[in-house]
């Protein structure tokens, strides 16, 4: 298998499945509302009739305020993960900050990426705008579970 942008899944996928399924803030990785606009659209295309489209990511939109936008994600006797949330207007800077234990030795590793601030509402209005019917949709702590049907 070959390496490939997402946005190029249809290249690899037959028409006509019958279910696309596109979980924990996969889209909200892409590079802009754009790009989602564009996968949802190929989504449906590459859909069956009456076939469905399942979506879950984490609703980005409300903001973590001073210390709550760090986050405890791994810990143990040789690992230290933490990551801290920087908002910005159309995006989540994660800043990732890893410590980790070597033959006795913490060492820091540390990156960042940026996430969507996709709202449950922005990505319900772009399936319908890609003619998706039958849409259901629900938030769970912060969690979006959305199902589309062509």
Known sequence: ????????FDKHT?????????MTDTIIHLDSKEKV????NKVYEALEP???????????????IELDRFLPVKSDENIIFTCFLEYEPETVKVHDLVYRKTAGTWQLY?????KLRLSKQ???????????TGIDSE?????????AVK
């Open 122 to 132: 922005w990505v319900e209005t772009n399936l319908s705008s890609c003619r998706f």
């Open 50 to 64: 009456g076939g469905k489209c399942v979506l879950t990511f984490r609703d980005l939109t409300g903001e973590l």
């Open 14 to 22: 037959p028409k006509g499945a019958e279910l696309i399924v596109c």
């Open 37 to 40: 606009a564009l996968l949802l």
């Open 110 to 114: 540390k990156s960042f990426y940026r």
């Open 139 to 147: 938030i769970n702590q912060g969690l979006v579970k959305i199902i």
């Open 1 to 8: 298998m070959e390496n490939d942008d997402l946005i190029n």
